[in-house]
């Protein structure tokens, strides 16, 4: 599981894909930080963070697309299947890697809040419970991209469904002030990745998110590891 966790992270930097990714989010992070906060003068960072779920949804995909569709489409894939690793840890070995690529790049986007706390008096806990909740939906992000490489060898079609789906989870919630039953607009609520995140950046850290992000990644995974076996036993 480890070797193959090296692999993967090495591969994002001996091609451009990771050099790609760290350029896209930190220069849109700066960009928007600079918009919402040091232009607006003000340390309200709740518009800041909700932006960058989007920013989110277009660079995740580039982290994810290649994780297995590239290993269809080289034929290295039986390689893994026949590995004496686990299909739980492959899945897991690469979920990790694409995870420590894009933490890396969120702790690079937190220096900007230097400038925010040298010339205000921003509340801290409230930054760093976005932080949190930030990292928890790149990962759930991660876990979906990760699901759709695996149906396909085409990195492009993977990047692309990766972002629609993640897309409509984002803006599934919009869909409730056109549906005038309430049963399923609580039914969309729950499954709104945005409508529950801007709970955070009200400045209130819910458990039930987090649980919710930590599901996400659980269940994706899972379906990835269904379609390995069922990959492995057909082949």
């Keep these: ?33 600079s918009v919402s906060t040091l232009f607006a003068a003000t340390n309200d960072v709740s518009s800041y963070f909700e932006t960058m779920l989007f920013v989110l949804m277009i660079a995740l995909p580039l982290l994810t697309m290649k ?13 893994l299947l026949t590995s004496p690793v686990s299909i739980g840890g492959m899945v897991v070995a690469k ?7 894009y933490f890396i790049a969120n702790l690079l986007c937190s220096i900007s809040y230097i400038t ?12 760093l419970g976005n932080i949190i909740a930030l990292t928890l939906v790149g990962a759930a992000f991660i876990a979906i991209g990760i699901f759709v490489s695996a149906l396909t060898e085409n990195q492009l079609a993977a990047a692309i469904g990766t972002f629609a789906i ?15 039953v309430y049963s399923v607009r609580y039914v969309l609520s729950w499954f709104s990745i945005l409508s529950r995140y801007q709970n955070f950046t009200d400045g209130f850290f819910d458990i039930a998110a987090v649980v919710y992000y930590v599901s996400i990644c659980f269940v994706f995974l899972f379906v990835t590891c269904r379609v390995y076996e069922r990959r492995r036993y057909g082949a």
Excluded: C
């Design 1 to 33: 599981m480890f070797a193959i966790y090296k692999r993967e992270l090495r591969s994002y930097f001996v091609s451009a894909v990771g050099y790609v990714f760290f350029a896209v989010i930190i220069a849109l992070s700066a960009v928007i930080f």
């Design 67 to 79: 994780l297995f569709a590239e290993e269809r489409k080289l034929r290295t894939e039986q390689l």
């Design 95 to 101: 979920f990790l890697a694409a995870f420590t690529v």
């Design 116 to 127: 925010l706390f040298a010339y205000s008096d921003p509340e801290a806990g409230v930054i």
């Design 166 to 180: 993640i897309l409509v989870m984002l803006l599934i919630g919009a869909l409730n002030s056109f549906i005038p």
